[in-house]
């Protein structure tokens, strides 16, 4: 199983990020200060790359190596540039679905995901390049492999997305629990993007007012939510559903 890459120490993260490599996320150590290190937080800045303080303990854990206080992590897989892939799918002549992952924070929830994604033809899930899950050994083993045959594409920002997806003729649909439409009242025959939110909080409310259609779960118990992965899996049918 191919796992992520990790590399480690200040000036190494620099060249690494500096010579065009794909990192998914680097994590810097809480409180460290310094030229070297500011010239690091500066080019991860500059670049829009996810990253996060934590604690040094965190840091020794991923390796025994000298780190210097920083570790970051190059995904294992190729990004794709989403406008293309979009043109793509449109002139192939599929009816598009695509998925909208708003900061999605668990790498299994992200991994369970992308494995149903690719059981249900889904041409390709777009997340967001801060703040969601990293694309790493834990979501490419959930995904069992899916991870490699599904184009995933990083945008600065999801509703970057739903407007792009809009002006493509691409219905954007919110799985969302604020509203009285279930996904039963939804039509996923034309082509659409289905925007998941993360566990904690949704969908950001911002994305909500501007997508085309909102859709909810029944439920049947006392509890109210669904885990997200799940959720996910029953609209992807749905659509299949649908469209056969």
């Given at each position: 199983m191919e796992q992520t890459t990790t590399i480690f120490g200040i000036r190494a993260i620099i060249e690494a990020i500096n010579s065009g490599e794909t990192i998914d996320k680097v994590f810097l150590q809480k409180g460290l200060h310094g030229d070297l290190f500011t010239d690091l937080e500066s080019t991860i800045r500059k670049n829009s790359i996810n990253s996060s303080y934590v604690p040094v303990e965190k840091l020794n854990r991923i390796t025994n190596k000298n780190h210097q206080g920083a570790i970051a992590q190059i995904s294992p897989i190729e990004f794709h540039d989403?406008?293309?892939?979009?043109?793509?799918?449109?002139?192939?002549?599929?009816?598009?679905?695509?998925?909208?992952?708003?900061?999605?924070?668990?790498?299994?929830?992200?991994?369970?995901?992308?494995r149903t994604a690719e059981c249900t033809g889904v041409n390709g899930i777009i997340i967001q390049k801060k703040?969601?899950?990293?694309?790493?050994?834990?979501?490419?083993?959930?995904?069992?492999?899916?991870?490699?045959?599904?184009?995933?594409?990083?945008?600065?920002?999801?509703?970057?997305?739903?407007f792009y997806m809009q002006a493509s003729g691409i219905k954007v649909i919110a799985a969302t629990e604020k509203t009285d439409n279930t996904l039963y009242d939804v039509s996923f025959t034309e082509p659409c993007a289905i925007i998941m939110g993360?566990?904690?909080?949704?969908?950001?409310?911002?994305?909500?007012?501007?997508?085309?259609?909102?859709?909810?779960?029944?439920?049947?118990?006392?509890?109210?939510?669904?885990?997200?992965?799940?959720?996910?899996?029953?609209?992807?049918?749905?659509?299949l559903r649908q469209r056969r």
């Open positions: 989403m406008e293309t892939l979009v043109v793509n799918v449109l002139e192939s002549g599929k009816t598009p679905l695509f998925l909208l992952l708003d900061q999605l924070s668990d790498v299994r929830n992200f991994g369970a995901i992308i703040g969601g899950a990293p694309v790493n050994g834990d979501t490419i083993k959930t995904s069992a492999g899916a991870v490699f045959k599904v184009p995933i594409c990083k945008v600065d920002h999801i509703k970057d997305a739903v993360s566990e904690g909080r949704g969908i950001n409310p911002s994305i909500l007012k501007v997508v085309d259609e909102k859709a909810k779960l029944p439920l049947m118990g006392e509890i109210e939510s669904l885990n997200v992965s799940v959720a996910c899996g029953a609209f992807l049918y749905e659509v």
